[in-house]
């Protein structure tokens, strides 16, 4: 990697590279580990058994028949699939520049940085594809919630949660709120949240709740707030930041926690298949020795799949 402009002039007493970019707190942005927990299979792809909700929710009657007989209950069960696909992104390290600003910074790890950066980044833009393409139904709120005076968030929030619940046998502590920075800015200015802190922090009254405090509000699992946004220009066009997530759509899910086994109802998830080194994503650098330089690699060999049927575990609240 080379300075921008021959005409810098690097300072020794400066040992630590200065960065324009938090990349590690931009990186504790991405929501794509939580919204698809990581479930690690030894093989690329796979299949697991899916119990259908209607071996449960339809009653059957359990008389006895004149004759001596009962119901019997068949009940069947679907399958869901998984194929990973490898992602990588590579970066070169010239071993003569990293050796003539070694007293400075570390090349190396300053590029295998950006490579582990930008292959989070595209996972973060794989789990919102795969939800953004997953067919819910789209249930409008009451009001707008910038109608901050008459827009009610707690009823369209319970109304979701108790579809959810009868929808597959959940109880709102395993439900999470996927929402977007500028939803979770607009709940915060609604009146009837405002006035329900009055009662739940008396004397206290926040001027911004915090995710933790919505979720204790409302009675679920967590808030995930998503604040991740990335640059749309292509380089050297004046930059253009955009948020990942699209503001005006929420989804409440039933989410597992990572490591969970996929029998653990889990809105959606994403199957590493664990060739790489632990972590997301995996990373390791090789020699090029025809140019003197070492590559460093991050990626995962992943599938990012939808679990059961379509609304099961998903709530889509849109038009916030």
Not at 68 to 88: L, V
Not at 185 to 211: C, F, H, W
Not at 224 to 251: C, F, L, P
Request: some cysteine; glycine content about 6%; aromatic content about 8%.
């Amino acid at each position: 990697m080379r300075p921008e402009s021959t005409s810098i002039t690097f300072n020794p007493i400066l040992a630590q590279l200065l960065h324009e970019y938090d990349i590690e707190k931009a990186a504790a942005k991405f929501i794509g580990r939580k919204v698809a927990p990581i479930f690690r299979s030894p093989s690329s792809t796979g299949e697991y058994p899916i119990m259908n909700r209607e071996n449960f929710k339809k009653r059957t009657p359990d008389d006895r028949a004149p004759d001596g007989s009962y119901n019997r209950i068949t009940g069947e069960f679907g399958k869901g699939s998984f194929a990973t696909d490898e992602h990588a992104l590579e970066g070169r390290v010239d071993r003569r520049m990293r050796q003539r600003y070694s007293s400075l910074f570390d090349a190396k790890a300053v590029r295998a940085s950006q490579v582990w950066f930008q292959a989070l980044l595209n996972h973060e833009y794989r789990v919102h594809a795969l939800l953004d393409g997953g067919g819910f139904t789209n249930t409008n709120v009451t009001t707008a919630w910038s109608t901050v005076a008459s827009a009610v968030p707690l009823n369209d929030i319970d109304t979701g949660i108790e579809a959810l619940e009868d929808n597959c046998g959940c109880n709102p502590e395993d439900i999470s709120l996927v929402i977007p920075r500028a939803d979770f800015r607009e709940l915060n200015r609604v009146t009837q949240i405002v006035d329900k802190v009055k009662y739940t922090y008396p004397g206290e009254q926040p001027s911004k709740l915090s995710a933790q405090q919505i979720a204790a509000m409302l009675g679920i699992k967590e808030v995930i707030v998503a604040r991740s946004s990335h640059d749309t220009k292509e380089e050297g066009v004046t930059e253009s930041m955009s948020q990942i997530w699209t503001a005006g759509v929420m989804y409440l899910m039933v989410l597992a926690e990572e490591g969970d086994d996929l029998s653990e109802p889990s809105a959606a998830r994403t199957i590493i298949w664990d060739q790489y080194e632990s972590g997301l994503p995996g990373a390791y650098d090789y020699p090029e020795e025809s140019t003197n330089a070492d590559i460093v690699r991050a990626g995962m060999d992943s599938d990012e799949v939808l679990v059961g049927e379509t609304d099961l575990f998903v709530y889509k609240l849109t038009n916030t």
